[in-house]
């Protein structure tokens, strides 16, 4: 079995040992980056050849006295191109910060660089994350593995992308409304997005402050737990970052049954707009969690029908103020012979930004504007927090609530860029626990007639991990969904 | 609600944004189609409800008086479109905020 | 008909902390450009503020010290616009819940007392610098100030001259001051102030149209400033003109305001919750433990001096202006216990060499253990007032002890009668016609004697001494020449 194919579990386990080199792996993983990079387009950025076998053989050397090795050493990652790495430049998929390198890494890569990690490269997103599609990058679309000619979903369909084709063993990405989730289930991999302040965002590109959430994107559920013992951390630098115990999130994944947990099945997930393949699918994998152990429970989380309409509106509000810093003045795109200042601004910013994302700041501009602010952007505030409490009464219930992850599988590139209403309606399901800040997981659960993957939503109570990692590695242990790997041509 | 022509290149300027006659055209059409969808938010009664800005329930995130050291002065302006003897470059400013 | 004006005041200090309000760079003044910063302070893409806590303090002292109420729970918010020297094109404030409010400050303008309501006071963060060179086409950006905490104070358009206002402002920095919140250097821009004003026909409770006045960098200017826009608005007003609403700045060169060249369009700054950070929540026991660490404040001070020491209410409130001054006139006045005298050189010798390099008085180089035996040497003879007078700007110069200066300088007085009676007889002998003088009665020749004697010795006689001596002699002796 070629070694690419293997998961982070088992690489590390391989190289903790000795079994494999930190050389092999490289040069396995420039190989397979070699072959189908061209055809999937997963990166931005790619760690130059030379450098990064330069830095597998000193690690090698650094080894052959005494092989202490860290849980990340040598470990291949990707990582989405809006989380900051000092050196390597950090494009956002924007004109804009083509040429931008951080003079710092993000919290996130901190404890990578000092266990050793591969960066392989960083990932293609849609513009500053805004999108479902990865088509809004201003370096091009990446394509899905399983179909060349659709959508891996966004914003972190690079990282998506790179993970089911093999191109990394596990990558970071970036949730704010179903930004991991959405990709993961439309490329057939494993996509957790923690509980809203259990991962540092500093250094995480902002986007949307009170939803952005950085979480892994893997081949399995046991590597998303092992990736989050790495990410999960309290950082004095981020304010939001919760003051809560961390556990060994490993742990979790032994377990092979759901005994004695409920398991909310909410109505409003399975009406209009969903696509009959998936809807059976996902139904017949709750069927499955059913036979594990898990005691189901219908429940109602009766606001969902207005969680787009009000997770648009406060993203678009607080991404319309974050990204009034790419200005021309101190990093970043600046538009040549403009006439004065003024004029530098605007067409620096016109320039600088592609459509979605000058859409967005406007519509987040004008909810937040006079006249406008609390029948928009203060009425989405109050939706937020009925939103929050529906969740809350439903946890009173069960111990975690299992949904569909996307109303389709992956749909063809450019179907959806006409309207982006359309495009914004494929988040409904991910959305209700970026508002609520729940931890959720996407896994794979099936495939389409046409041979595309479907991915089954688990959602868990605020720090929760634990319970939602138990469901997902159980389910995933008595299906064989993770043996179907794509056929890149 | 639909948006008007107005109101498009008003929120234009105010974000800093120049936009063409078409992008003009075409956010006043697709802003007008979104926010319609929005105006479902009407339905919800919220009187009394208070407002989420975070889901984080704790408070006081403090940093102690403490210097820590800046970045040395050419990171600072590393990534500047234009810089001069450590100062940032901007067209002449002529307007107050 | 006559006029009146009506004036409110926006001050902005800035906090005296060691580190910015979100991030850990310094806030020292002076620095070379760009310097002072790290990806927080210049807005880099993916960077996050944590709040400084002793800003925190700093700001709820101030309100305390200000009467204010301190609300106990605190969101910050984004106060969104473009200018180059703000780094993230927002503005980390507070907007609708300030952290202080309605608070107040008493007065005292021409011995008329006055209390200034203070509407509110938030934290907020400083925006960094624009340079603008001459006709150069470019303007430069240094970020060293963004980011520093400013505290920014309103009033209530409470105050009625430039006077009212100057003295307001002179009392808010004392307080500041006081606190250790904040050095109130006008010049480098630590405590900057922005009047509105409006004029209005006496007796009316309207209010004008309000004029906002910037770009005032001292406290002549603020004076200035304000009686000139007072003016300019009543020449228009009585003249049957309209006052327009609009920010003006001060031109200190030619001594006018001028109309401030702004962004045509309306403002709207789309304040919002800063979702980067989370709510401050202050407790009562915090805000306890603050108020007992609050020091006493000048106007306490000045009344206390008045009381306990007997100074005139000019004295108090001279010594109490700086909290440095009144430590340094009480600690004095433990050593040397006549209040008085002390407040004399304090206010004369002390105060002269300390302005004369805008010294404070903690750095005094003459402490006050130092000026205490000085006016020990002078109360016990050892050397007269005119010479510890004298030598006192050496003694700042130099930072000698009294004593050793004295000494090494041989200015040690003479009161040995023995000496004093050989010079005394000597000038006698040298003017006979002034004795005869004196004897005939004419006593005024006395001071002529008791300046010759003084003459002889360098100065270093004892003029009580001399005096008695001169006397006894002049009366006793027998007429010269019979």
Redesign the interface.
Same mark, same amino acid.
């Given at each position: 079995m070629s070694l690419v194919k293997l998961s982070l579990q088992e690489l590390q386990r391989l190289f903790t040992c000795g079994e494999i080199s930190a050389f092999e792996i490289a040069r396995a993983y420039l190989l397979r980056i070699n072959q189908v990079e061209p055809k999937i387009k997963a990166y931005i950025t790619l760690t130059p050849k030379d450098q990064l076998l330069a830095q597998a053989e000193a690690l090698d050397r650094s080894l052959k006295a005494w092989r202490k090795t860290e849980p990340m050493m040598a470990m291949p990652l990707a990582i989405k191109d809006n989380?900051?790495t000092e050196g390597v430049r950090?494009t956002?998929g924007s004109i804009m910060?083509e040429?931008?390198?951080? $003079? /710092?890494d993000?919290a996130v890569v901190e404890p990578l660089r000092q266990q050793r990690f591969f960066l392989l490269g960083k990932t293609n997103l849609d513009e500053f994350a805004m999108g479902s599609s990865s088509e809004h990058s201003a370096f091009g679309p990446t394509k899905n593995p399983w179909k060349l000619t659709h959508s891996p979903g966004g914003s972190s369909g690079g990282s998506a992308a790179a993970v089911a084709a093999d191109e990394c063993v596990a990558a970071l990405g970036s949730d704010t409304g179903g930004s991991i989730r959405l990709p993961a289930a439309a490329c057939g991999v494993v996509g957790l997005k923690p509980t809203?302040?259990r991962v540092s965002? /500093?250094?995480?590109?902002?986007f949307?402050?009170?939803l952005d959430q950085i979480g892994p994107i893997t081949k399995t559920v046991t590597d998303a737990a092992i990736l989050l013992n790495v990410l999960a951390k309290h950082d $004095?630098?981020? %304010?939001? %970052?919760?003051?809560v115990p961390v556990p060994d999130f490993t742990k979790s994944t032994k377990r092979k049954d759901l005994k004695k947990l409920k398991v909310g099945i909410p109505q409003e997930f399975f009406t209009d707009g969903l696509d009959t393949e998936v809807e059976r699918t996902v139904r017949e994998a709750i069927a499955e969690l059913e036979r594990l152990g898990a005691q189901l429970c219908d429940i109602s989380l009766p606001?969902t029908?207005?969680a787009?309409?009000?997770y648009?509106?406060i993203a678009t509000?607080?991404a319309?103020?974050n990204?009034?810093? /790419?200005?021309?003045?101190?990093?970043?795109?600046?538009s040549k012979e403009?006439r004065?200042?003024?004029?530098?601004?605007?067409?620096t910013?016109?320039q600088g930004?592609g459509?979605e994302v000058?859409?967005r700041?406007?519509?987040g501009?004008?909810a937040?504007?006079?006249g406008y602010?609390e029948?928009?952007?203060?009425?989405?505030?109050?939706?937020?927090?009925?939103i929050?409490q529906d969740f809350d009464a439903a946890f009173q219930e069960v111990d975690l609530i299992a949904t569909p992850v996307m109303p389709t599988p992956a749909f063809p590139l450019g179907e959806k860029l006409k309207d $982006?209403?359309q495009m914004?309606l494929l988040d409904m399901y991910t959305i209700p626990a970026s508002?609520?800040?729940l931890p959720a997981i996407a896994v794979p659960c099936g495939f389409s007639s046409a041979g595309l993957p479907i991915g089954l939503q688990i959602m868990g109570r $605020?720090f929760e991990e634990p319970l939602v990692l138990r469901a997902a590695s159980a389910y995933e242990q008595a299906t064989n969904w993770r043996k179907k790997r794509p056929v890149i041509r | 609600m639909a *948006?008007t022509q107005a109101?498009?290149e008003?929120? @234009?300027?105010?974000?800093?944004?120049?936009?063409s006659e078409q !992008?003009k055209a075409l956010?006043c059409e697709?802003?007008s189609?979104?926010?319609s969808?929005?105006d479902?938010?009407?339905q919800?009664p919220?009187d009394g409800?208070?407002?989420?800005?975070?889901? *984080?329930e704790?408070s006081n995130?403090f940093?102690d008086d403490i210097p820590t050291p800046s970045?040395p002065v050419q @990171?600072v302006i @590393?990534? @500047?479109?234009?810089a001069v003897d450590g100062f940032?470059v901007?067209?002449?400013?002529? !307007?107050n905020p | 008909m006559t006029y009146e004006a009506v004036i409110g005041v926006e001050v902005h200090a800035q906090l005296r902390t060691a580190t910015k309000l979100f991030c850990g760079c310094t806030t020292t003044f002076g620095l070379a450009p760009n310097t002072q910063c790290c990806?927080v302070c210049? #807005?880099?893409? #993916?960077?996050?503020?944590? =709040?400084n806590k002793r800003a925190v303090e700093l700001a709820i002292r101030a309100g305390l010290a200000l009467n204010c109420t301190i609300r106990l729970s605190n969101r910050f918010a984004?106060k969104?616009y473009?200018y180059?020297d703000l780094?993230? #094109?927002?503005q980390i404030s507070q907007y609708e819940a300030p952290i202080c409010e309605s608070g107040s400050l008493d007065i005292t303008t021409n011995g008329h007392a006055k209390t200034v309501r203070i509407r509110r006071a938030h934290l907020e963060e400083d925006a960094g610098k624009n340079l603008h060179e001459g006709d150069a086409a470019t303007?430069r950006?240094d970020?060293n100030r963004a980011g520093t905490p400013l505290l920014e104070i309103v009033t209530e358009p409470d105050l009625s001259s430039p006077e009212e206002v100057d003295a307001y402002l002179r009392a808010l920095r004392d307080i500041l001051k006081y606190l250790d919140a904040c050095d109130g250097n006008m010049e480098q821009g630590s405590f900057r102030c922005e009047p509105n004003i409006s004029v209005r026909p006496a007796g009316s409770s309207d209010l004008g149209t309000k004029v906002e006045l910037k770009n005032i960098n001292s406290f002549r200017f603020v004076k200035q400033a304000l009686a000139y826009e007072i003016a300019r608005q009543t020449k228009v007003l009585a003249s049957g003109g309209v006052i327009h609403q609009e920010t003006r700045l001060w031109d200190p060169e030619r001594e006018v305001t001028v109309v401030m060249r702004s962004k045509e369009e309306a403002h709207?700054y789309?304040y919002?919750p800063d979702?980067? =950070? =989370?709510p401050v929540e202050i407790s009562q026991e915090w805000i306890q433990e603050l108020r007992q660490s609050l020091p006493e404040l000048p106007a306490a001070r000045a009344k206390r001096f008045v009381h306990d020491y007997r100074l005139p209410e000019y004295d108090a409130s001279v010594l109490t202006a700086s909290k440095d001054l009144a430590d340094y006139f009480e600690a004095c006045v433990r050593l040397f216990p006549n209040p008085k005298i002390v407040s004399n050189w304090v206010m004369g010798e002390l105060l002269r060499e300390l302005n004369a390099r805008g010294i404070p008085a903690q750095r005094s180089p003459v402490s006050p253990e130092c000026l205490a035996k000085l006016l020990q040497l002078v109360d016990e003879g050892t050397i007269s007032l005119k010479i510890a007078r004298e030598i006192f700007p050496e003694l700042y110069a130099s930072g000698k002890d009294p004593e050793t200066l004295v000494h090494e300088k041989g200015l040690t007085q003479i009161s040995d009668a023995q000496v004093l009676e050989q010079l005394v007889e000597e000038v006698m002998r040298q003017h006979p016609a002034q004795v005869d003088q004196y004897r005939r009665g004419k006593e005024a020749v006395l001071g002529f004697f008791v300046g010759q004697v003084m003459k002889a010795s360098g100065g270093k006689a004892n003029p009580g001494k001399v005096n008695e001596l001169l006397r006894r002699k002049l009366a006793s002796d027998t007429p010269s020449g019979s």
């Open positions: 989380i900051c950090t956002c910060l040429h931008f390198v951080p $003079p /710092y993000a809203y302040g965002r /500093y250094g995480l590109v902002a949307a402050s009170s $004095p630098r981020d %304010s939001t %970052s919760a003051t606001m029908e207005h787009i309409a009000a648009y509106l509000a607080e319309s103020s990204l009034a810093r /790419y200005d021309g003045v101190k990093y970043g795109f600046r403009t004065d200042l003024l004029d530098m601004y605007c067409q910013r016109a930004f459509p000058k859409r700041i406007m519509l501009t004008y937040l504007s006079a602010y029948a928009y952007y203060g009425k989405a505030q109050a939706v937020r927090t009925l929050r $982006p209403l914004y508002l609520a800040g $605020p | *948006i109101e498009v008003h929120m @234009a300027r105010l974000a800093r944004l120049d936009l !992008e956010f697709q802003l189609h979104i926010l969808y929005m479902q938010l009407r919800v919220t409800v208070p407002h989420t800005s975070t889901v *984080i704790q995130a940093r970045l @990171a @590393a990534n @500047a479109p234009e940032f901007v067209p002449k400013i002529l !307007e | 990806p210049i #807005g880099m893409p #993916g960077s996050l503020p944590v =709040l984004r969104n473009f180059p780094p993230k #094109g927002y303007s950006v970020f709207d789309r919002f979702p980067d =950070l =989370l």
